[in-house]
């Protein structure tokens, strides 16, 4: 069993940045997938990153809209996953999510029923 605590959420005006971090307690995080959705109101959740485990060297991949701006980086001593968000655009604001999984394919990571475990949410608001 795997719990995830995101953070470092909070109100940046456009241009600014932020540092979100996802801190897991349980199992063997390093072995473990981790993706970075994000969700509106009445929206559906969406793929932002996404960071491989140990087995596959940790490769990323990003939704085109934050290519060049995300970047998302994980240390396993810390047990810990960052996603840095360099110049923030008022359509980033959205409430953020950890998710952490095994097992997924490559087609897979951006559907969020592939992990298994999520965090709560920490609130990103950009105002323009």
């Known amino acids: 069993q795997v719990q995830l605590a995101e953070s470092g959420g909070g109100l940046v005006q456009a241009g600014g940045s932020l540092r979100l971090s996802c801190a897991a307690s349980g199992g063997t995080f390093s072995n473990y997938a981790v993706g970075w959705f994000r969700q509106t109101p009445g929206k559906e959740r969406k793929f932002v990153a996404h960071i491989r485990g140990r087995g596959h060297g940790g490769t990323t991949h990003y939704r085109d809209s934050v290519k060049g701006r995300f970047t998302i980086s994980r240390d396993n001593a810390k047990n810990s996953v960052y996603l840095q968000m360099n110049n923030l655009e008022s359509g980033d604001t959205a409430v953020y999510y950890c998710?952490?999984?095994?097992?997924?394919?490559?087609?897979?990571?951006?559907?969020?029923?592939?992990?298994?475990?999520w965090g709560q949410g920490t609130q990103v608001t950009v105002s323009s």
């Open positions: 998710a952490a999984g095994t097992g997924m394919i490559l087609s897979s990571i951006r559907t969020p029923g592939q992990y298994t475990y």
